[in-house]
């Protein structure tokens, strides 16, 4: 799929802005503080329903205005696809389809988009919350239908934590707490979907990032990626170590290993107030010649892991053909890498139906990739028909 047309209203610093895109390359040039990143930000939001840059979707409605609206026009093959999102300072966000209004969940069935930007550094250094953001966005991407369910499984968290804690200021001892099974069971059925779906997304990507790795880096430095499990009692959210690799069987099995590693934590659980067990503590072990990403590979190794995971997420939105090509955008990226890398990272996106990369020095973008150049001056767009 591509983006065809974009147009913004009170998006950051855009009051309003309209701009046509391009299939294969287009790039945006400006200096630092101009608005490159918040049309990719903009172009993103469909297809996560958030920023990659901040929790809240506050920061991006434009300072002093009360609603930011970002439309695009995406075209697949023949068809086209208008979407309308209308990001409210208060109040519930809105969306519509083709004009039509929908639910906001709705949009990133028909967007998607794979953006890389220096933040993702976080992913592979980051808390372990930072690798099943990645991993459950992608996820939501690749299954629409999974949102709900990461959606339900959240609530239930809550609400499971919620009795805990009261259960704890009362001074109930376990055995006392039988309503917590009817918590337990529902938290197993949502979480063990959560869990095989995560493992089979692990295994789906390790290819692609073994391949996007070794295009990149120009080197193979056998990168491997493996969840580790709070049901087999590691806990990531504590202790850094623990080994990835785990693994329970089919949904059954595992449902049965997550039921009595609940059973087993209770009484912690309750003299703590926290759901100690389930894929909220999980955490994406990532591994480069056998050694963790995350405190033992140099910087260089580490971006090559961030950017590899999202190229090989882009790869994996390609294979299953639902909506063609994701678009890929490439924030920044270009001035962080040397000439080699950047010629090869020009290699492996140059065949995706559209990408988008913004560079501070338009000279950092490696000609092939600059077919269609766009500037960006504080919040207005210039094109070269405008000069
Ligand atoms: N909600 C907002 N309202 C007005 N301006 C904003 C808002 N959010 C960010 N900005 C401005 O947008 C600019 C940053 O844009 P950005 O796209 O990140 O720049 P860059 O071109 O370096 O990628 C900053 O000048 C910032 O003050
Ligand atoms: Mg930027």
Redesign the pocket.
Known sequence: MIVEQLSLV????YAAADLTLYPGPNV?V????????????AIGYFATLGSH?VSQD????????DA?FVRARLGYGERRIQLEAQLNRSGSNKARVNGSPVRTSELPRYAQVVLFAPEDLQIVRGDPSARRRFADQLLIQRMPRLAGVLGDYDRVLKQRTALLKSARARGLRAEQLTTLDVWDEKLVALGTEIILARIRLADDLTQPVRDAYEAIAGADHDPQLEWVSSLAGADPEEDAAGSGGARFGDAEATASVFTAALHAKRAQELERGVTLVGPHRDDLLLRLRGLPVKGYASHGESWSVALSLRLASAQVLRDQLRLGDPIVIL??VFAELDADRRARLAGVVADFEQVIV?A?VETDVPEPLRARTVR?E??TIVTDADV
């Open positions: 009170d998006f950051r610093n945006f400006g200096r630092n503080g101009q608005g490159k990143t918040n049309l990719a930000e840059r506050a920061p991006m409605v434009r300072y002093g205005a930011a924030d920044d913004t501070a960006v504080a919040g």
